[in-house]
């Protein structure tokens, strides 16, 4: 079978679909990976073709400055999360377009997978579904679709449980709705227009799950707001994590299981200032003796961490996670989908403190499932953030929580459920398509069902 893989250039989409992709080659499938050149090296050493995205839509999301530097002096909030969401995931969407369209031109495919901010495909799914292969999304965030109380996403709202909780929630959504969902949706219509293909109804980051052939959440169903989901949302636990990313540091002997391990990370896009979260744990846990504080700073210098390093601190710019997991007692994160459920995955309770991109409402999933402490804040106070640490070591709920989500992830075959669902897919399209009829004007066709039931 012939896929190619979409991603958004940032590692923590390319991440999880690297670990699908793994899946995949394994399976004998041929895989080219589209997406930012930054990327090149890692896609053509694991033995993949790699496509370039056009180059107004190939950056570096590691410095997102450097794609919105405006976003600096915008606090967090819905203008932010507005203009965010512009620049980084609708402005690009006609560039993506057009390269995944030629892409398949020179190279046609049966099945096309790509990450749900990459709105490259959204043309696609909105074009005549028998002129095109088949699209699978993978759900590497939190599921946005409306929520059963009325909550707006991206404020970290936990559910409500009275009906004044459900008002106010309401009263929410709608100036979030005015703020963020109207403009920005406004903003994808015009370019779907451009491109000759129909507008939609609702926000795009909700089309994309309703309108994919299928849709791969990686997570488990706990770690999810409960609500009605379309057919397309399958739960299929987190992808296997990519071995060898990074050496095992020297000082791997130092983790030899007499003190507690505090793994800490602020990901690799929100980590352009260590003060937030790295620095204030380093400073909270620094006269614990019986902790050893590790962090990671995700590619970026170590000498980047403000003020001095711990005696019982060990630090490294990557860390291989399949190994350190398996140390950790105690995960400080800020909030990076991937990351938080593979530590979940491993039955490490955890604490967070995250407030931009989705990172809210990932945290606010940690509470609410019991696996961990969310401190709701982008820089938490030392002292809270001690006494945080401590009590999901010494208070047994929080690891029972987390072995209980362990086993949930532990009962989901991820690589036979993902596989499952590829077949089915491309058995059933390739049962009623011709494909050597295929042409690059099937966007400009006859709407696919599943948009007609959307409306």
Same mark, same amino acid.
Request: net charge negative; glycine share 6%.
């Given at each position: ?107 046609? *495919? ?19 579904g028998s002129k095109r292969p088949s699209i699978v999304v993978c759900g590497t965030t939190f599921l946005r679709l409306p929520r059963e109380d009325g909550a707006p996403n991206f404020l970290g709202l936990p559910p409500a449980t009275t009906e004044e909780q459900r008002q106010q929630y309401a009263a929410m959504a709608r100036q979030v709705d005015e703020a963020v969902n109207q403009p920005n949706l406004l903003c994808v219509n015009e370019t779907l227009n451009t491109l000759g293909v129909g507008t939609l109804p609702i926000p795009a980051s909700q089309a994309i799950i309703k309108l994919a ?48 391990? *505090? ?48 005696s019982n601190a060990r630090v490294s710019t990557y860390l291989p996670f399949e190994w350190i997991l398996k140390k950790t007692d105690v995960f400080v994160t800020n909030g990076g989908y991937g990351s938080v459920n593979q530590a979940m995955s491993f039955g490490i309770p955890i604490v967070s403190a ?102």
């Open positions: 079978m012939k896929i190619l893989i979409a991603s958004t250039p940032a590692e923590g989409h390319l991440n999880p679909l690297l670990g699908i992709t793994r899946v995949l080659l394994a399976e004998g499938h041929e895989i080219a990976f589209f997406t930012g050149s930054v990327f090149r090296h890692r896609i053509e050493s694991s033995g993949m073709k790699f496509i370039s995205l056009p180059a107004s839509a190939d950056f570096d999301l590691r410095e997102l400055l450097s794609v919105a530097p405006e976003l600096k002096d915008i606090p967090a909030g819905p203008e932010w999360l507005r203009v965010c969401v512009r620049r980084v995931f609708i402005d690009p969407m006609a560039a993506q377009h057009q390269g995944l369209l030629q892409a398949i031109r020179e190279s046609p *495919v049966d099945m096309v997978l790509c990450d749900d901010t990459f709105l490259g495909a959204l043309p696609m799914l909105l074009g005549a052939d299928a849709y791969l959440q990686l997570s488990v169903p706990s770690f999810e707001f409960p609500r009605k989901l379309p057919p397309t949302v399958h739960f299929v636990g987190t992808p296997p994590i990519v071995p060898n990313q990074a050496p095992v540091p020297s000082w791997a002997a130092d983790l030899d299981g007499k003190r507690k391990v *505090v793994l800490v990370t602020q990901g690799t896009v929100a980590n352009h200032n260590f003060g937030l979260l790295v620095a204030p744990t380093l400073a909270a846990l620094a006269d614990e003796p019986d902790l050893l504080v590790v962090v990671t700073t995700g590619g970026r210098p170590v000498d980047a961490i403000p003020g001095p390093i711990p995250g407030l931009t991109e989705d990172k809210a409402d990932v945290n606010a999933r940690i509470a609410w499932s019991g696996v961990g402490i969310n401190l709701a804040t982008n820089q938490p106070d030392p002292r809270v953030l001690r006494e945080a640490v401590r009590t999901v070591l010494e208070k047994p709920g929080y690891r029972t929580r987390a072995a209980s989500m362990a086993d949930e992830f532990a009962g989901l075959d991820t690589r036979s459920e993902i596989l499952s669902i590829i077949r089915r897919l491309v058995a059933d399209r390739k049962a009623t398509v011709d494909f050597a009829k295929k042409d690059s004007e099937y966007t400009r066709n006859e709407p696919p069902p599943s948009l007609a039931r959307m409306l």
